[in-house]
C-alpha cells in the first residue's frame, strides 16, 4: 500500500509560480509512474503532466506544456510539479497519483492509477 500526501499549495497571482511536492511512502518509490491530476469545484479530475518510472519520460497536458515542469526524486521518494506563468484557470484542488503499470506506458486517464494523495489546493487569482 502506498501513501502520498501533497504539500505547497495556495494562493498565487496571476503570473506567479508555485512548486507542488507529493512525498510518497509504503511502497517501492521507483517502480511507480507518477502523475499529477486537478479538479476544480463541478468538474472532471484532469490530468496535469506524468513522470514514468522506466525512464523518467515527461508527458504533459496541452494546457499547462511549457508552463510547468514535473519530476522526481527517489531518493527522497518524492515527485514536484513546479508551475509558472499561473492562470486563474489554473485554479483546482491538485492531486498526486501513483501507477504500478508495465514499463513504457504514459497513462493520462484517472481510473490507471492506482494511488492517490488527499489533494492540495492552488489558487491562482487575476
Known amino acids: 500500500q502506498v501513501q502520498l500526501v501533497e504539500s505547497g499549495g495556495g494562493l498565487v497571482q496571476a503570473g506567479g509560480s508555485l512548486r507542488l511536492s507529493c512525498a510518497a511512502s509504503?511502497?517501492?518509490?521507483?517502480?511507480?509512474?507518477m502523475a499529477w491530476f486537478r479538479q476544480a469545484p463541478g468538474k472532471n479530475r484532469d490530468f496535469v503532466a506524468g513522470i514514468s518510472w522506466s525512464n523518467d519520460s515527461t508527458y504533459y497536458a496541452d494546457s499547462v506544456k511549457g508552463r510547468f515542469t514535473i519530476s522526481r526524486d527517489n531518493a527522497k521518494n518524492t515527485v514536484y510539479l513546479q508551475m509558472g506563468s499561473l492562470k486563474p484557470e489554473d485554479t483546482a484542488v491538485y492531486y498526486c497519483?501513483?501507477?504500478?503499470?508495465?514499463?513504457?506506458?504514459?497513462?493520462?486517464?484517472?481510473?490507471?492509477?492506482?494511488?492517490w494523495g488527499q489533494g492540495t489546493q492552488v489558487t491562482v487569482s487575476s
Open positions: 509504503g511502497g517501492t518509490f521507483s517502480r511507480y509512474s
Open positions: 497519483a501513483a501507477d504500478n503499470g508495465p514499463p513504457g506506458t504514459r497513462p493520462r486517464l484517472p481510473f490507471l492509477y492506482d494511488y
